[in-house]
């Protein structure tokens, strides 16, 4: 049974959900939301029909895709009876997921991205993490990023410690949460039931507010080992390997924290009556916020360097702000680029 939603009147009273039993062997519904992965879905569906555990439905939805995802999906449905799909014209990202989810029956709601594969046990581990932790309603993993052909290990491990616990008053005070992306999230079906559908305003970026808004309600239980490849290729919006000096990406990026700061803030009101600023949230995203006006040609704003936590970090955007606008960005692409000599110094700087 699902409590009632608590209206309140300080963050300190918010109260992680309470949580009913689970069965035995409870059904895991896992949402895939694809666009233009036909190269790369087949491998990412063949990694779950390689689960350890097998009572499991696969959920998709082809959001438009122009490749040949759709008869590849239909091709692996007609083998496999566990597989249920949906074809839509492009709508995003999060309103892909609404219609996978729309599918689902299960009492686990795990996410998959269309271009990732799971380890052979990432279900099994997954669903004795929810056993053993009746009233944790979220279990995480980090996962390994990889080259897209799966040969060669970018990063062992991200996050390199997912947080755990009951983090909801941290990520309401303005605490950075470290979650994993997309296919290390499961969820109870209570939880994903008081957040879907999520707003499909977010064409991308959606599985990392579904996960904000779960902190805020559920417990989360981590697994501490990488049992998914995700895979590092020039389409990932954003990525630990990389910060962009590209403007339109820069631009994508910075929109989605802002987005993704209004909908934590929204989702506080419309569910505890709480009334919380995004301005809290500024220092996760402060670094596209910067790049956002050094690329736009705009001034550097005080209160956005504020947000930057080391001093040496300030001294650096100031400089870059106060060069030209060629200079700076020149500067900028320069200690961007894979060879630059200082291109570590600068990226730890920046995100210091």
């Given at each position: 049974?699902?409590d009632?939603k ?11 959900m ?10 895991v ?24 555990y ?6 998709i939805?082809d ?11 239909i ?10 799909y ?13 219609a996978?989810y ?14 990732d ?6 279900l ?7 056993r053993?932790n ?5 279990v ?19 996050p ?13 005070s ?8 997309c296919s290390?999230?499961?969820?109870r ?19 990392g507010?579904?996960?904000d ?22 389409a ?25 700061w ?29 790049l ?13 360097i ?17 060069c ?8 900028l ?7 630059s ?12």
């Amino acid at each position: 049974m699902v409590d009632q939603k608590p209206l309140l009147h300080d963050i300190g009273q918010l109260e992680p959900m309470v949580l009913g039993p689970l069965k035995p062997e409870p059904k895991v519904s896992i949402l895939v939301a694809n666009y233009n992965y036909g190269h790369l879905i087949g491998e990412t569906l063949t990694s779950v029909y390689n689960q350890t555990y097998r009572h499991f439905e696969i959920c998709i939805c082809d959001d438009g895709s122009s490749d040949h995802s759709r008869e590849t999906i239909i091709g692996h449905a007609s083998r496999h009876s566990q597989i249920k799909y949906i074809f839509q014209v492009n709508q995003g990202v999060g309103q892909a997921l609404n219609a996978a989810y729309s599918l689902a029956t299960g009492e686990i709601i795990a996410l998959l991205d269309a271009d990732d594969v799971w380890l052979p046990n990432k279900l099994e581990a997954t669903v004795d993490r929810f056993r053993l932790n009746n009233q944790a309603g979220m279990v995480v993993h980090p996962v390994r990023q990889v080259s897209q052909d799966l040969r060669e290990t970018l990063m062992e491990r991200f996050p390199a410690s997912p947080a755990s616990g009951w983090c909801g008053v941290r990520l309401l005070s303005g605490e950075l949460i470290g979650l994993p992306p997309c296919s290390g999230l499961s969820f109870r079906s209570e939880v994903a039931a008081r957040i879907f559908p999520l707003d499909p305003a977010f064409r991308q970026c959606a599985d990392g507010m579904l996960r904000d808004l779960a902190t805020l309600i559920t417990a989360i239980n981590v697994i501490d080992e990488p049992l998914g490849l995700m895979r590092i290729h020039g389409a990932n919006l954003t990525t630990t390997t990389d910060i962009p000096s590209d403007l339109g990406k820069v631009l994508k990026v910075s929109s989605s924290y802002r987005k993704i700061w209004e909908e934590r803030s929204a989702f506080a009101k419309r569910e505890f009556g709480l009334d919380v600023s995004t301005d809290r949230w500024v220092h996760e995203g402060v670094i596209y916020l910067l790049l956002e006006r050094l690329l736009t040609k705009q001034p550097v704003d005080p209160k956005l360097i504020h947000h930057v936590r080391s001093l040496g970090a300030r001294a650096m955007w100031q400089m870059l702000f106060l060069c030209p606008f060629h200079s700076g960005g020149a500067i900028l692409r320069n200690f961007w680029t894979p060879a630059s000599k200082l291109k570590r110094t600068f990226k730890r700087l920046a995100s210091s």
